[in-house]
Nanobody
Framework: QVQLVESGGGLVQTGDSLSLSCAAS????????MGWFRQAPGKEREFVAS????????DYADSVKGRFTISRDYAKNTVYLQMNSLKPEDTAVYYC???????????????????WGQGTQVTVSS
């Protein structure tokens, strides 16, 4: 069993940066692909970024490519999402997610993930 806890959300202005963190409790972290998703009010949850179990591969939604960076720190059992050049349309609750055992690769579908955090709010004002 894996427990995930996100932190780092807040209120910022257009063009600002934020860094989100997701702390994982279990040893499964080392063999799981990780992902970030977001959900705005009245909309369905959407893919943001994913990183393979080794950290060697990453994938991003077109809407955030070039602005966001996903990374992981195995010593800290933590995955990060660095968000730059934030826009009002980035406003959402951001969720960290983990697959079960993964042989490799990245995943953009919510169906690929077994474990989810509680979410952290990111609000970008104009």
């Amino acid at each position: 069993q894996v427990q995930l806890v996100e932190s780092g959300g807040g209120l910022v202005q257009t063009g600002d940066s934020l860094s989100l963190s997701c702390a994982a409790s279990g040893r499964t972290f080392r063999t799981a692909a990780m992902g970030w998703f977001r959900q705005a009010p009245g909309k369905e949850r959407e893919f943001v970024a994913s990183i393979s179990r080794s950290g060697g591969s990453t994938d991003y939604a077109d809407s955030v490519k070039g602005r966001f960076t996903i990374s992981r720190d195995y010593a800290k059992n933590t995955v990060y999402l660095q968000m730059n050049s934030l826009k009002p349309e980035d406003t959402a609750v951001y969720y960290c997610a983990a697959t079960g055992y993964s042989e490799g690769g990245t995943y953009s579908s919510t169906n690929a993930y077994m474990y989810w955090g509680q979410g952290t709010q990111v609000t970008v004002s104009s």
